[in-house]
């Protein structure tokens, strides 16, 4: 460094004396306002990133609510009329769904909805009276739950006869 200072201290006067190019000034000029550009558009695009950043913590504060609620209210106790009347919609769905199928697929899928459905005497009644609210909800949860799945699960199926 102290190198090329004593350079540049030494030889002053011929850089002095040496004429620059011609149109030095309006390269400087032009080069300069390139870069003013490449400052705003950086200026922009922070601005973005801020919009963006800001529509984004708006997205999640209106979102974690209705997602928490919504979790919430799907995990709330349901009493066995509920399983129920969630199994008699669906088996209405495929139902309908079976008559557009074959005789012989309208009778195997209705032969399976009948038995994941089917409850001569409710699951509810035959509980004792002495289990706690809390087991009595675990215990009906428990018994409906592999239930609704399977329906779900032939309503699938149904459709993809259907669509075969």
Known sequence: MDELKNFTENFRDDFEKESLP?????RFILKLKREQKR???SHKTIQFMFYFAAASIALILILTPT???SKVY???????????GVLEKRSQTITTMAESLTPQEKAIVLSTLDQLTFEAVSFESQLPECIKDGEREILIKSYYTPRIEGVDKLEKYTCQLINN
């Open 67 to 69: 997602l928490y609620l």
């Open 39 to 41: 400052d705003v558009v």
């Open 74 to 84: 799907k995990n709330r106790a349901l009493d066995s009329s509920d399983y129920v």
């Open 22 to 26: 011609e149109n030095h000034k309006e």
